[in-house]
């Protein structure tokens, strides 16, 4: 496609429920990132894949969060029990190579909502 | 943990003057980036520079590197309404891929 996308924009959900956000990279983009944006704060790094290996889940809140890129393509981030403290906007970059140094290229993300 | 710290905060000027942002990190980087985002969109990459730069430029852009003051800046030449959106710079500090990103600077550019 012509760039990331995420799907959905916007989740809302109760508090205890499971979500699943989903995101599409640019075709043929070997590193795939996931960040947590706080309202009026910069982007926090979650996880990273390089193809289906995902190399570091060092930033991932919780163990009530899961993410998989099973072909090595799209990825899935899920959230299970969700809290309130879970609200963020959930954002999806993906980079052609497998190095550092090369610029991310970002979905328009999700926003996440817990009642 | 945030690498990078962006000032000022907020920044508000009129169309046709010039914005400059300046960003400090805390440890050694391979390079950093600044990005752009528009309210309720995602982040824009507008420019990379290295660590072994000093000065780099990208249209109206001019992006400035001192290693040694762990501290760069971001200067947009004759800025437009479209220019509004908070600026983020990134370095690529403790894993080189993963980005830690400052809080950003929100940027206002008046007609």
């Known amino acids: 496609g012509a760039g990331v996308s995420q799907s959905p924009r916007y989740k809302v959900a109760k508090r205890g429920q499971d979500v699943a956000l989903r995101c599409d990279p640019i075709?043929?983009?070997?590193?795939l990132f996931w960040y947590q944006q706080a309202l009026g704060q910069g982007p926090e790094f979650l996880t990273y894949?390089?193809?289906?290996?995902?190399?570091?889940k060092s930033g991932l809140p919780s163990d009530r969060f899961f993410a998989e890129r099973p072909e090595g393509s799209v990825s899935t981030l899920k959230i299970q029990r969700t809290q309130q403290e879970d609200s963020a906007v959930y954002l999806c970059?993906?980079?052609?190579?497998?190095?550092?140094?090369?610029?991310?290229?970002f979905g328009d993300g999700t926003r996440l909502s817990i009642l | 943990s945030q690498q990078g710290e962006e000032d000022p905060q907020a920044l508000s000027i009129q169309e046709g003057e010039n914005a400059t942002m300046n960003c400090s990190y805390k440890t050694s980087i391979n390079n950093l980036q600044w990005y752009r985002q528009n309210s309720g969109r995602g982040l824009v990459h507008l420019i990379l520079?290295?660590?072994?730069?000093r000065e780099k430029h990208s249209g109206r852009l001019r992006v400035t590197l001192d290693t040694s003051k762990k501290s760069s800046s971001l200067l947009i030449t004759a800025s437009r309404a479209a220019d509004t959106a908070s600026y983020f710079c990134a370095t690529d500090a403790n894993s080189g891929y993963a980005l830690n990103f400052g809080k950003g600077t929100s940027l206002l550019v008046t007609p």
């Open positions: 075709s043929g983009h070997v590193s």
């Open positions: 970059a993906s980079s052609l190579g497998s190095v550092g140094g090369q610029p991310q290229h």
């Open positions: 894949f390089q193809n289906e290996a995902q190399l570091d």
């Open positions: 520079i290295r660590s072994n730069e």
